[in-house]
């Protein structure tokens, strides 16, 4: 057994002594005064003097170790211990080789895979608790507003779809009535629900109200080349009494 020790380090490797200043105050505020979190790097040691943790780079794994609290990227800030593994040093190194190949540098994401989620991964393998919630709160909190947003517009997109299809089908639904049913435009069974081409121009006129039409062009005209057909033995049937003495 031996012990796995967290590193946690102020980004301040922006390249602006500014902007580190003003992280530097972010994390003290946030963390040092109210307990929330704040912008960190971690990395974990076990067996030797070296900390592992995981970065950007164009080719190859993320990966990466040097030895423990010297990071020259970052301002150092505390130790803690994470907890004992059990596994061998042996084990422990080929958990290590397993994510080197797992984690590539170009997969590198500053909110969904960032240093602190190898962290996390590796305690994990090896058996510890993961980090503490306030090491990774900020990237994790921004992860989830992403997620929820994208969630959100996805319901959107699935919801606006459902209501096309549904609009497509009661159009059609519409039209059939209007080419099967035998009607003049004074018959009783017209008188509650109005005829299929009042119906359908109503249909039209709703679906249009939230942004949509139920159909294509080619569809509206063959329902009202539907209805004209309909009607054109009607019309024909009252000449022709007319006709009869």
Not at 213 to 234: F, Y
Request: aromatic content about 10%; glycine content about 8%; some cysteine.
């Amino acid at each position: 057994m031996t012990d796995v020790i967290l590193h946690v380090y102020d980004v301040t490797n922006s390249g602006s002594e500014k902007t580190n200043n003003t992280i530097m105050q972010i994390n003290k505020i946030f963390k040092d005064g109210m307990g929330l979190g704040g912008i960190f790097h971690s990395a974990v040691q076990v067996y030797g003097n070296e900390e592992w943790s995981f970065g950007f780079c164009d080719h190859g794994t993320g990966v990466f170790s040097c030895p423990h609290s010297k990071n020259p990227m970052y301002t150092y800030r505390e130790c803690i211990v994470l907890g004992k593994t059990n596994f061998p040093i042996f084990k422990v190194n080929q958990i290590l080789r397993e994510l080197s190949r797992e984690w590539p540098g170009n997969s590198y994401d500053l909110l969904s895979k960032n240093c602190n989620h190898f962290c996390d991964e590796f305690c994990e393998r090896i058996g510890v608790p993961k980090l503490p919630a306030w090491v990774n709160r900020f990237a994790n909190a921004g992860d989830a507003a992403m997620e929820v947003a994208g969630n959100t517009a996805l319901r959107f997109r699935q919801a606006k779809t459902e209501i096309v299809s549904a609009s497509k089908v009661a159009y059609r639904f519409l039209a059939g009535v209007g080419s099967n049913m035998s009607f003049t435009p004074e018959s009783p069974s017209n008188s509650n629900g109005g005829s299929p081409r009042f119906q359908a121009s109503w249909f039209r006129n709703l679906v249009s109200s939230v942004g949509h039409k139920p159909l294509d062009s080619e569809l509206e005209n063959q329902a009202e080349d539907t209805l004209q057909r309909q009607q054109q033995p009607t019309e024909q049937l009252h000449q022709n009494s007319r006709g009869v003495v």
